[in-house]
């Protein structure tokens, strides 16, 4: 399938904040919108969040909706983008990490990138889950109870996972790529803190 009607028709939640890195929300929003979907940045505050410039502020960014009226029905997967503030607020927001919850309860792919698996230990979906992260996020990661590895990109049953902004153009491939399979059944099953020992993660690393 041609890589603009990948995702035709779908719709893409982007969960943000201010302190979100621009470069980890705007570069994979456009890969996404180049495939056909159609994205949103849901957020707790509206009208436009801070964005972030590796070392000082950036643009704004325009809100899309707010998070108080978002729901996960309504999407068909979610990104989760980085920065170290922005997961950092976004984790003591309940509402943001049921949001997050949610998507892994419905068994809907998830990408998340950098800081942003801090979201993935907030909302309890890592257990049992083969991820990467920035590195400072390894121990919590592994004291969650998931397995923490350094690749560039980790997929696993529709949660895709990378590094940093070097990482960007893999991330957007694997992102899509899951993303245009749609449901993926264990997604759910693993999102149960009390059934972990139910699946056995099949996690592929790299680009295929």
Do not use: Y
């Amino acid at each position: 399938m041609a890589a603009q009607q990948q995702l035709q028709g779908k719709r893409i939640a982007i969960l943000a904040t201010d302190g979100v890195e621009r470069v980890e929300l705007l570069e994979p929003r456009k890969a996404l919108d180049a495939a056909g979907a159609r994205t949103l940045v849901v957020s707790p505050k509206s009208g436009k969040i801070k964005g972030w410039e590796h070392d000082h502020w950036g643009d704004d960014i325009a809100v899309d909706q707010p998070l108080d009226s978002a729901r996960a029905d309504d999407f068909d997967a979610l990104m989760l983008p980085g920065g170290v503030m922005n997961p950092d607020q976004l984790r003591t927001n309940e509402r943001a990490v049921q949001f997050v919850r949610s998507f892994f309860d419905a068994g809907k792919p998830v990408a998340a990138i950098c800081h942003a698996p801090w979201m993935l230990v907030e909302a309890g979906v890592v257990a049992g889950r083969t991820v990467t992260s920035w590195p400072s996020l390894r121990t919590d990661i592994r004291n969650a109870g998931g397995e923490w590895v350094d690749r560039e990109v980790v997929t696993d049953e529709g949660l895709v996972t990378s590094r940093k902004p070097d990482d960007i153009p893999v991330f957007n491939r694997k992102m899509i790529e899951e993303f245009a399979e749609g449901l993926h059944e264990p997604q759910s099953i693993g999102a149960s803190a009390a059934r972990p020992q139910e699946r056995s993660p099949r996690p592929e690393m790299g680009a295929r």
